[in-house]
């Protein structure tokens, strides 16, 4: 687990809800204290842990769906997670994940158009999400990866798919408003919108990781990676930044 930085809450409650992340992005069920005692992470009781959870709640972090169930972390605390926890400069992604994004980018040539297809197709398939890609100055958007989050639990609900497909068929007339919402101020580094903090009503249950990077004959593109806010952050961030950070080392302007 990476070290936290500028964490806002004490040290043992940021241990407890990092590793209830954790263990719900791995299995998408809710976690219990007794779940965090069996994992032999915590060297103390099952009643300390429930209050921690519990002191956890109150501060808007976890929600506990039933009663006697577990509890499940909010977008605050995907937040909390993607602020303290997976720390870009720290990120890196496995080296045939790497092999793979060189060689898409090699496969487009000196076509913007189509590194932004081979790239997206590469991410989508390496990240299971999402993924839209944009020349900004011809408005030339490619779109890949809505069958691959039907496997989601997550967008097992038929009001949340069709929310997800809308947003997905609608992708290209809706650019003009996601160019302003998600990239007017962003620099060439990754950028991560959790829940709510998405601009287009859509897609307020998803997160969405975008970037700006350099194509070939001056041109600038941009990848938008949606998923479900129980997400491999890390993995998914490494991704992106991984490829944008290529790209711009071979078409700097």
């Given at each position: 687990?990476?070290?936290?930085?500028?964490?806002?809450?004490?040290?043992?409650?940021?241990?407890?809800?990092?590793?209830?992340?954790?263990?719900?992005?791995?299995?998408?069920?809710?976690?219990?204290?007794?779940?965090?005692?069996?994992?032999?992470?915590?060297?103390?009781?099952?009643?300390?842990?429930?209050?921690?959870?519990?002191?956890?709640?109150?501060?808007?972090?976890?929600?506990?769906?039933?009663?006697?169930?577990?509890?499940?972390?909010?977008?605050?605390?995907?937040?909390?997670?993607?602020?303290?926890?997976?720390?870009?400069?720290?990120?890196?992604?496995?080296?045939?994940?790497?092999?793979?994004?060189?060689?898409?980018?090699?496969?487009?040539?000196?076509?913007?158009?189509?590194?932004?297809?081979?790239?997206?197709?590469?991410?989508?398939?390496?990240?299971?999400?999402?993924?839209?890609?944009?020349?900004?100055?011809?408005?030339?958007?490619?779109?890949?990866?809505?069958?691959?989050?039907?496997?989601?639990?997550?967008?097992?609900e038929f009001d949340r798919m069709f929310q997800l497909t809308s947003f997905f068929d609608h992708f290209e007339t809706l650019f003009d408003?996601?160019?302003?919402?998600?990239?007017?101020?962003?620099?060439?580094?990754?950028?991560?919108?959790?829940?709510?903090?998405?601009?287009?009503?859509?897609?307020?249950?998803?997160?969405?990781?975008?970037?700006?990077?350099?194509?070939?004959?001056?041109?600038?593109?941009?990848m938008t990676l949606v998923g479900p806010m129980r997400m491999d952050y890390e993995k998914n961030i490494?991704?992106?930044?991984?490829?944008?950070?290529?790209?711009?080392?071979?078409?700097?302007?």
């Amino acid at each position: 687990m990476m070290t936290l930085r500028h964490a806002c809450l004490p040290a043992r409650q940021a241990k407890v809800l990092a590793e209830i992340i954790s263990k719900h992005i791995k299995t998408a069920e809710p976690v219990s204290s007794k779940l965090l005692v069996t994992s032999r992470v915590f060297k103390v009781s099952s009643a300390t842990l429930r209050n921690e959870m519990n002191g956890l709640e109150e501060l808007g972090y976890l929600v506990q769906l039933h009663t006697s169930g577990g509890r499940v972390p909010t977008d605050k605390a995907y937040r909390f997670y993607v602020d303290n926890i997976v720390v870009q400069s720290d990120l890196d992604i496995a080296d045939g994940a790497k092999k793979r994004i060189r060689s898409a980018i090699a496969n487009g040539g000196n076509n913007p158009r189509e590194i932004n297809k081979t790239v997206a197709k590469t991410i989508s398939d390496l990240s299971d999400q999402l993924i839209f890609t944009n020349i900004f100055e011809s408005d030339d958007c490619f779109k890949i990866g809505l069958s691959g989050l039907m496997e989601f639990p997550e967008f097992r609900e038929f009001d949340r798919m069709f929310q997800l497909t809308s947003f997905f068929d609608h992708f290209e007339t809706l650019f003009d408003r996601i160019k302003k919402d998600f990239f007017e101020e962003q620099d060439l580094a990754p950028n991560v919108f959790i829940g709510r903090e998405n601009p287009m009503g859509g897609i307020k249950n998803e997160a969405v990781i975008t970037v700006k990077y350099n194509l070939p004959h001056r041109r600038l593109g941009s990848m938008t990676l949606v998923g479900p806010m129980r997400m491999d952050y890390e993995k998914n961030i490494g991704l992106i930044k991984y490829a944008a950070d290529e790209l711009n080392k071979i078409f700097s302007i």
